[in-house]
């Protein structure tokens, strides 16, 4: 994912919120997200460690923050931060499909496989839509109108912090 290469004019105005269903994409893959993280963090903990409680708490609670950082990179425009979650998503998915092929037929943990398994499809779909990646652009687009708006004023407040001075010294 890369932003768009395409010239913007001084006409192309950025509101102040995406498009609706650029939004919901947003909050779609991020709730799916969060869902099939969980699930496929889970199943791989029980399938390949024997981590205490406290670790694999420690380890949830490591991930948590990770993706929270990343999500908020995302909703500042970040192209790495977005492609980071697909390659995150697709490592996640092959370690954990292993675990899924050598799984017993009779394991407690089968709707659990399920569940991630659904939701790991789900959430590669929904980062791979248009929609999202429109999301990304748009706030992309947004926070480069904001830095360059505040270059704008800055500049305008150089120059009239140096006429003042001007005036000032006459």
Known sequence: MKPSNTPRSD????????????IFAFLS????????????????????????IELQLGYFFGS???FCGFNFAVTRGSFFAATAFNCYMIVLF????????????????????????VFGLLTFYALNNKYYQAFVQYQFDAVADQKQALAELAAELAAEAGADKKRNQL
């Open 11 to 22: 006409d192309d105005i950025v509101g102040l919120l995406p498009p609706l269903k650029a």
């Open 29 to 52: 893959s991020t709730m799916l997200m969060i869902f099939s993280i969980t699930t496929l963090n889970y199943v791989i903990l029980a399938s390949y460690t024997d981590f205490s």
């Open 94 to 117: 092959s370690v954990f499909l292993p675990s899924v092929l050598l799984m017993d037929a009779q394991s407690k943990l089968l709707l659990i496989y399920l569940i991630g398994i």
């Open 64 to 66: 948590i923050l990770v």
